[in-house]
């Protein structure tokens, strides 16, 4: 009779185990700091828990599918590192902050719904996710951390919101963008921080920034159109690296604040014979030489039919 009981007792504790239930999870004071079982496929947390805690489901390689409580705040560093099966994230409203390396390696993510009360991106925090197709970051967020959607190979959309104030160091390498506008309200943009985004054609930097470091743009082979503010500077090294194909800069001063930028080295196809200055009413003059918005918010020319030759 005990031996059958005691059989009954562990059928029971492995089911458990098995399914999503709140026995499947260590919880303290509102952080579920641990999964018991790394071979579940589904996760539901619990309401109440505020916070994933570092590395609670880190390697869980079979996770599918995870449903967040509107209690969560927090996604602590590594928390669903490697999770190589789970294919999308809708994270709950009250998530106002993913950490460092929450994400990273979670090869098979190809959407994400962000909350809309997140502040701040995390170093690593989508490193190698490299199914992810978009990347639409909310009104909020002013942070996005060094490395942080580095990888996203497949990414054709990245949208930045104007609340965004500092972008880290190759946080958006490597990506499938077309275009890219970077909102007045950045003020940090770190070193290499679009390099190799092999795609892109047109970028507009609206950002309040006086220097373009180092790598920003190194080898976004189809760069053709530049925006560049007034309040650039400085253009350091290899910024524009092996940016052969560039045949608009469009600055947003006139000639004798161009005349003051320093441009470093490796930045051999920021020509002054390919720079518009800006112009809002289109000039008596050669057209060529001065630039507008037109009516979809696109940098152009007042006269592209003309040449500079």
Do not use: Q
């Not at 589904?42 to 599918?64: D, T, W």
């Not at 106002?96 to 719904?113: H, M, Q, R, W, Y």
């Not at 940098?299 to 040449?307: H, K, L, P």
């Amino acid at each position: 009779m005990k031996k059958i009981l005691f059989g009954l007792l562990a059928v029971s504790a492995s089911f458990a185990l098995a399914g999503c239930g709140k026995s499947n999870f260590v919880v303290k004071d509102n952080v579920l700091t641990k999964v018991n079982n790394k071979k579940i496929k589904e996760a539901k947390i619990p309401e109440g828990v505020e916070a994933i805690g570092s590395g609670a489901f880190i390697e869980c390689e079979k996770l599918e599918k995870v449903e967040f409580p509107e209690s969560l705040k927090t996604i602590k560093s590594a928390a669903f590192k490697n999770c190589k099966a789970l294919t999308s994230l809708t994270l709950s409203n009250g998530v106002t902050s993913i950490e460092d390396n929450a994400f990273n390696g979670c090869s098979a993510l190809e959407t994400v719904k962000f909350s809309n009360s997140l502040t701040t991106i995390g170093d690593y925090a989508f490193y190698d996710c490299e199914s992810i197709g978009k990347i639409e970051i909310p009104e909020g967020v002013t942070k996005v951390g060094n490395f942080a959607f580095c990888h996203c190979y497949v990414a054709t959309t990245l949208t930045l919101p104007s609340t965004l104030t500092e972008i880290g160091e190759s946080a958006f390498y490597s990506l499938s963008i077309t275009k890219l506008v970077i909102p007045a309200s950045v003020t940090k943009i770190g070193t290499e921080a679009f390099d190799g985004c092999d795609d892109i054609e047109y970028v507009d930097i609206k950002a309040n920034i006086t220097t373009i470091k180092k790598g920003t743009f190194l080898s976004c082979l189809k760069l053709k159109s530049v925006v560049i503010p007034v309040s650039v500077t400085k253009i350091e090294e290899k910024a524009f690296y092996f940016c052969r194909n560039i045949e608009n800069i469009f600055y947003g001063g006139n000639s004798i604040d161009w005349s003051n930028m320093t441009i470093e080295d490796d930045n051999d196809y920021i020509l002054p014979n390919l720079k518009a200055n800006y112009s809002e009413e289109e000039p008596s003059g050669n057209g060529y030489f001065y630039w507008h918005y037109n009516s979809e918010g696109i940098a152009v020319r007042w006269d592209d039919s003309v040449s500079y030759n």
